[in-house]
């Protein structure tokens, strides 16, 4: 089994990654999509989404990071595919998911479904432009309006000599709505050869179980639930593994809160770093209660040192507590 962390726009940037890969359990990430729409872009933009390029192209554990790329014009999508492996990227995915209005509008994500055979196209060319030892994967949907045309494009992914399928198993129109379909991903991994990883509501081990039992698929892609509960794939891992692992209690995630924070600050303009912190929490309080206080003492604050005052006092406070108890 393998566990890949799911590309997230806008919340799981090379920061996130660099926190949730130190936990252990994933195999591999995929960066937000870089969007291509009508030129070959500069490798600032490349290097800019996945700063790892210049560190191998993985973690700093190890992990594989891929490209994304998302767009419509199959030569641009494969000219900016080679770029990137030039570039280093250990694989390039792309992204016929998205559901973005903006994003559709512009050719570009799910909208792309309406066709397999532009599916087809794009990936092809990609295929086509990239060394045969880089991977190309694709990350697709359902389907756009309905899943009438499902099997078709799982089909042309295959014929294009894709390396690799994941699937969201929902449509565009499912949004992000329960349930995840993954017997739907069982009628698509039925009909090729190549590897399918199922992806779509997996929240907790017993979900890992379910889902890999009812689509069939070895490996798993994990989005929202690895950030709600960070060691989700340590945890999934282990049980696949029949080894018991203790899960991360707040004493433990309040100093990852932390160290996320002094990265953003690190890396992005510091009048912005408390919004990435505020979003993780919101994803962290449907897990865990002390997110939601932790999210209440922040949620107003704008200036970089009184969110970091407040966190180092709650990381000291929950380390106290932790302290009391052991
Ligand atoms: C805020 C957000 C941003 C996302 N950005 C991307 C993206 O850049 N590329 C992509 O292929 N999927 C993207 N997705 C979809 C996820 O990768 C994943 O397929 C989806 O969330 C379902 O998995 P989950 O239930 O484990 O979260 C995004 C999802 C969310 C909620």
Redesign the pocket.
């Known amino acids: 089994m393998r566990l890949m962390l ?6 799981i940037d090379h920061t996130m990654r660099e926190l949730l890969t130190s936990l252990g359990g994933v195999d591999r990430c ?1 960066t ?2 870089v969007r291509v729409s009508e030129r070959l872009l500069p490798p600032r933009v490349f290097h800019r989404l996945c700063p790892e390029l210049q560190h191998g192209g993985t973690t700093s554990t190890g992990v594989p990071v891929y490209v ?1 790329i ?1 767009g419509g014009q199959a030569q641009v999508v494969a000219e900016n595919a080679a770029r990137a492996a030039e570039l280093g990227a250990l694989g390039i995915d792309l ?1 016929f ?2 559901p973005a209005k903006t994003v559709n509008r512009s050719d570009g994500g799910s909208i792309i479904l309406k066709d397999p055979q532009r599916v087809h196209d794009i990936t092809a060319a990609a295929r086509r432009a990239v060394p045969a030892n880089v991977p190309v994967t694709v ?1 697709t949907r359902l389907g756009y309006e309905d899943k009438d045309r499902f099997l078709d494009i799982v089909r042309a992914v295959q014929a294009a000599n894709a390396t690799e399928l994941t699937v ?1 198993a929902r449509t565009k129109r499912n949004g ?1 709505r329960p349930p ?1 379909y993954w017997e739907d991903i069982a009628a698509a991994r039925e009909i090729i050869s190549i590897p399918v990883i199922a ?4 929240w907790n081990p017993a979900d890992a179980l379910r889902c890999r039992k009812i689509s069939g698929c070895d490996d798993l ?5 690895a950030l709600c509960r960070p060691d989700l794939p340590r945890l999934i891992s282990a049980a696949h593994r029949g080894e018991a692992v203790d899960s991360l209690y707040w004493p433990d995630i309040a100093p990852l809160l932390l160290r996320f924070f002094e990265l953003q600050l690190e890396h992005y303009d510091g009048g912005h770093a408390g919004n990435p912190l505020k979003q993780w929490l919101v994803y962290l309080r449907s897990y865990f209660p002390q997110a939601s206080l932790l999210f209440e003492l922040v949620k107003r604050l704008r200036q970089p040192q009184d969110i970091g005052a407040i966190l180092k006092e709650h990381v000291a406070q929950s380390q106290q507590q932790k302290h009391n108890a052991a």
Do not use: S, T, W
Request: proline share 4%; charged share 20%; glycine share 18%.
């Open positions: 799911a590309p997230m726009e806008g919340v995929v937000e999509f994304q998302l992204n998911g998205c990350k969201h992000y995840a992806n779509g509501d997996i892609m994990l989005g929202r639930g």
